[in-house]
């Protein structure tokens, strides 16, 4: 149990488009969603926080108008990096949080995406 | 502010045990998670400790100490599957998961 899926898992895109990422929690609820993004041989970078329901809480230097987040259900949350540059180029994972996993606050994470912007 | 310790890189043989180190600086306490992520893929939950001590799983152990604000895991019997980078993480008064750079372990045959 406790599977998150992400679509797509690699894309191309030009500089200047936009580019959406799904997050979906398969077989659980996820009241709450997180997006990261890891650049080569880093630690996870966390950019925002998805409630169901609500305005992603985004964390400082991520730019919200830039990445646009979206948590529709409690089983779905969407990324999306508009007006794409090449520095945006990265791994990007979104991890959820069961509802029912107790007082673990266990995160469970997606596949990733690696968006390469050209 | 917040950190998070653990060694860049580590390197073992084959069959050895390894022990990872953690040691963190956080507001709040509310549980120490460690995480598998092998290159390109998204990390794998491997343990939570919120209470001192040992929690043992498999081949894997990891311990926590709170007074000490330090954590380790230990890998037995080390297969290469095993090369990886090990996350440690800690959840902060705000339920936020606080990230380590990560170590890198390399097995060696």
């Known amino acids: 149990g406790a599977v998150v899926s992400q679509h797509p898992s690699w894309v191309i895109c030009k500089s200047g488009t936009s580019v959406k990422i799904e997050c979906r929690s398969l077989d659980f609820q996820a009241t709450t969603m997180f997006w990261y993004r890891q650049f080569p041989k880093q630690s996870l970078m966390l950019m925002a926080t998805?409630?169901?329901?609500?305005?992603?809480?985004?964390e400082q230097g991520v730019e919200k108008d830039k990445f646009l987040i979206n948590h529709a259900s409690l089983t779905l949350s969407t990324l999306t990096v508009t007006s794409a540059h090449p520095e945006d180029s990265s791994f990007y994972i979104c991890s959820a949080r069961d509802l029912g996993s107790g007082d673990s606050y266990e995160q469970y994470f997606g596949p990733g995406t690696r968006l390469t912007v050209t | 502010g917040q950190n998070i310790d653990q060694p860049t890189e580590m390197t073992a043989t084959e069959g050895a045990i390894v022990q990872i180190n953690c040691t963190y600086q956080?507001?709040?306490?509310?549980?120490l998670f460690w995480y598998q992520q092998h290159a390109g893929e998204a990390p794998t939950f491997l343990s939570y400790?919120?209470l001192d001590g040992l929690e043992e799983k498999g081949r894997f152990s990891s311990f926590l100490s709170r007074s000490k604000g330090y954590s380790y895991l230990l890998l037995k019997e080390l297969q290469m599957k095993d090369s990886a980078s090990y996350l440690c993480?800690?959840?902060?008064?705000?339920?936020?998961?606080?990230w380590g750079a990560g170590t890198k372990l390399i097995i060696k045959p």
């Open positions: 993480a800690v959840m902060d008064s705000n339920y936020q998961l606080i």
């Open positions: 400790n919120v």
């Open positions: 998805s409630n169901e329901g609500s305005k992603a809480t985004y």
């Open positions: 956080t507001s709040g306490f509310n549980g």
